[in-house]
């Protein structure tokens, strides 16, 4: 799976962090600007340029930004590690999202993070596996992120929706998560890219597998999700409370391919 953002989206993304003029950042790399608009659209740069150059003018780390020009993506473990841990993707024009389902293989408790566009998949697994989704936990209110809920609301009768202000217990050290089977799940604020944004955390996975983060549109893999409420603050927010987590913990975007603390901390240009 490619990232969810190219090379011209993050440098977008900082040029709106840190108020860098599209011409500016043109001009200081010897660039016109609309070959400056061409890479910002496509990813592709149309000549050949110094990436940790186009780094530094625009506020990202040299160093990282480079190894994503060069190739780097996320690795991470194959998902059967989690039992049970199953991503759903649905795509609606050019948008493309994902949901995630959990459940424990005893009790076969589920919960279910975010509807994505589509959700009769999601409903199919819950059926053939006679699972009970007990719960709905909504990282954010954007629509590709909640367009199910009706339906699933509808077709579910027990089904309880947790969303912003109090989705969970907080993750803080002494508090109980919320059971889903053998499986505890918590919740961090992330506001930025949205002010009821938050990120889940479940652990309790059989044969000690690392904790997962749901993160919806707060980070991506090599990147960072539009800072539509603030850029700072969401910056902040994932710097305390998602790249805080153990260093092992998967990342699990609405957008883009899986990723780790591990991964974002040593690429992320952002950080």
């Known amino acids: 799976m490619t990232l969810e953002d190219h090379l011209g989206d ?22 016109t600007e609309v070959e400056w608009e061409t890479f910002e659209q496509t990813g592709r740069m149309p000549r050949e340029v110094d990436w940790k150059a186009v780094a530094r003018r625009v506020g990202l780390d040299p ?51 975010d509807t994505g566009w589509d959700v009769s998949e999601i409903l199919e697994v819950v059926e053939t596996q006679g699972l009970r989704l007990r719960y709905l936990f909504l990282t954010h209110g954007h629509a590709d992120h909640v367009a199910g809920v009706g339906r699933l609301q509808d077709e579910l009768e027990d089904l309880e929706v947790r969303a912003h202000p109090t989705p969970a217990p907080r993750d803080l050290p002494g ?13 961090r604020p992330t506001p930025g890219h949205a002010p009821d944004g938050v990120t889940y955390v479940v652990r309790g996975w059989p044969g000690e597998a690392p904790p997962v983060a749901v993160v919806g549109d707060a980070i991506f893999a090599g990147s960072l999700g539009r800072g539509n409420q603030s850029w700072e603050l969401a910056r902040q927010a994932v710097r305390d409370q998602i790249l805080s987590l153990p260093p092992e913990t998967l990342l699990c975007p609405g957008h883009g391919p899986l990723t780790t603390v591990a991964e974002e901390r040593a690429h992320n240009p952002f950080f």
Not at 11 to 16: F, I
């Open 63 to 113: 160093e990282k930004f480079e190894s994503i020009a060069r190739g780097w993506r996320p690795q991470v473990p194959a998902l059967e590690r989690w039992q049970v841990l199953r991503r759903f993707t649905t795509r609606q024009g050019d948008n493309e999202v994902h949901a995630y389902l959990i459940w424990d293989v005893e009790t076969l408790e589920a919960a279910l993070f």
């Open 10 to 31: 993050m440098v977008r993304k900082a040029r709106a962090m840190h108020g860098v003029r599209a011409s500016e950042a043109a001009a200081a790399l010897g660039l």
């Open 175 to 187: 508090e109980e998560g919320l059971p889903v089977g053998r499986l505890r799940i918590w919740f």
